[in-house]
């Protein structure tokens, strides 16, 4: 039997994709970012972002079907995101997914964000053949999760307690005065820094965590070590250094996301580490997590950043490995849920 051919969207925040896959193979990758239009805001708008996806389904899914040489009528299955993200957004990718599946008589997958931002990897770097753990660091998540099988058997193992990473660099960003969104520009600037003139904190790294947050991330006193430390030097007349102020930060983050990932793959005796979500671009997180994985000899997978941000073809990636296993389809009901739980993979 030939691979499953899926088709797959995505709407949960500012990037509406379609991806189609089959089993492996990445067939189409389409993506429309409407980040230019929160801008101004210095943040995701919810009402803007569904508007955007609204506007950008139709024409997006045309450029998959044209990258492809296919369409709608020739895959297997529709796959589409149904959580965790924006519920308005949602709603735009699910509503399109079922009017889909109905019109050609499709099996329609409602399945989990952050999984397909763990099976995207696959395109790019082979099946899973064993255990893996999981890092997925982006504006909205920063997750630890353990891997047992992409399609049914994941396990959270820590999360943020307050700020995800890229909310933290959004914020910090704006102190700097650079612009939205954050995570590029203070990576930019941090590269003619010096990483170590601030001793900012690492959150939940003193021995009284260890127990209850092994695993867990906080960066909210991050955020505001770095506002403190910029309100000291306007109040003493100094001018910031931007740059020294940024590759602080950003160790501080990375620091702390590094160490804490590489003693969770060794608590859990896992040699393989996937690095996904739209912070998995910053070049200071590539060198640590490689540097400090090789060291406890931990092989390193980071998909192209293409398929780190939120896209199509990651949800059709997991589409075609919930396909392959013979899971049922969702039913044409499905809702949408915010904070759906990376435990629950098909919806």
């Given at each position: 039997?030939?691979?499953?051919?899926?088709?797959?969207?995505?709407?949960?925040?500012?990037?509406?994709?379609?991806?189609?896959?089959?089993?492996?193979?990445?067939?189409?990758?389409?993506?429309?970012?409407?980040?230019?239009?929160?801008?101004?805001?210095?943040?995701?708008?919810?009402?803007?972002?569904?508007?955007?996806?609204?506007e950008?389904?139709?024409?997006?899914?045309?450029?998959?079907?044209?990258?492809?040489g296919?369409?709608?009528?020739?895959?297997?299955?529709?796959?589409?995101?149904?959580?965790?993200?924006?519920?308005?957004a949602?709603?735009?990718?699910?509503?399109?997914?079922?009017?889909?599946?109905?019109?050609?008589?499709?099996?329609?997958?409602g399945?989990?964000h952050?999984?397909?931002?763990?099976?995207?990897?696959?395109?790019?770097?082979?099946?899973?053949?064993?255990?893996?753990?999981?890092?997925?660091?982006?504006?909205?998540?920063?997750?630890?999760?353990?891997?047992?099988?992409?399609?049914?058997?994941?396990?959270?193992?820590?999360?943020?307690?307050?700020?995800?990473?890229?909310?933290?660099?959004?914020?910090?960003?704006?102190?700097?005065?650079?612009?939205?969104?954050?995570?590029?520009?203070?990576?930019?600037v941090?590269?003619?820094?010096?990483?170590?003139?601030?001793?900012?904190?690492?959150?939940?790294?003193?021995?009284?965590?260890?127990?209850?947050?092994?695993?867990?991330?906080?960066?909210?006193?991050?955020?505001?070590?770095?506002?403190?430390?910029?309100?000291?030097?306007?109040?003493?007349?100094?001018?910031?250094?931007?740059?020294?102020?940024?590759?602080s930060?950003?160790?501080?983050?990375?620091?702390?996301?590094?160490?804490?990932?590489?003693?969770?793959?060794?608590?859990?005796?896992?040699?393989?580490?996937?690095?996904g979500?739209?912070?998995?671009?910053?070049?200071?997180?590539?060198?640590?997590?490689?540097?400090?994985?090789?060291?406890a000899?931990?092989?390193?997978?980071?998909?192209?950043?293409?398929?780190?941000?939120?896209?199509?073809?990651?949800?059709?990636?997991?589409?075609?490995?919930?396909?392959?296993?013979?899971?049922?389809?969702?039913?044409?009901?499905?809702?949408?849920d915010?904070?759906?739980?990376?435990?629950?993979?098909?919806?």
């Open positions: 039997m030939s691979e499953p051919l899926v088709l797959g969207i995505e709407s949960s925040c500012d990037e509406t994709g379609v991806g189609i896959v089959r089993g492996t193979e990445l067939l189409a990758h389409a993506v429309a970012s409407s980040v230019e239009e929160h801008v101004r805001f210095g943040g995701v708008v919810p009402e803007v972002a569904s508007r955007a996806h609204l950008a389904m139709v024409p997006t899914l045309e450029q998959a079907y044209a990258q492809a296919l369409d709608v009528r020739d895959v297997d299955a529709i796959a589409v995101t149904c959580g965790p993200g924006l519920s308005g949602l709603l735009v990718g699910v509503a399109a997914a079922k009017a889909l599946a109905v019109a050609h008589d499709k099996p329609l997958y399945l989990n952050l999984a397909a931002h763990v099976a995207v990897d696959q395109l790019e770097h082979g099946r899973f053949d064993r255990r893996v753990a999981a890092l997925l660091v982006s504006g909205g998540h920063t997750e630890i999760l353990l891997v047992d099988d992409i399609a049914s058997d994941i396990t959270m193992l820590g999360t943020t307690i307050d700020d995800a990473a890229g909310e933290a660099f959004d914020k910090v960003a704006r102190l700097l005065g650079l612009p939205y969104p954050g995570g590029p520009h203070v990576d930019r941090a590269r003619e820094g010096d990483g170590t003139a601030i001793a900012f904190p690492r959150g939940l790294t003193a021995a009284k965590d260890a127990e209850r947050y092994r695993y867990d991330f906080s960066f909210s006193g991050l955020k505001s070590a770095v506002s403190r430390h910029v309100q000291h030097e306007q109040r003493m007349g100094r001018q910031i250094d931007v740059a020294d102020v940024a590759a930060f950003q160790d501080a983050v990375v620091d702390v996301l590094t160490r804490k990932t590489v003693q969770a793959c060794r608590d859990h005796d896992v040699d393989t580490l996937v690095v979500g739209g912070v998995a671009a910053n070049g200071r997180l590539r060198e640590m997590v490689l540097s400090r994985a090789e060291a000899g931990i092989e390193v997978r980071i998909p192209r950043p293409g398929l780190c941000t939120d896209n199509g073809a990651m949800v059709a990636a997991l589409g075609a490995e919930v396909v392959a296993r013979g899971v049922a389809p969702s039913s044409l009901d499905l809702p949408v915010s904070s759906l739980p990376v435990t629950r993979i098909v919806a």
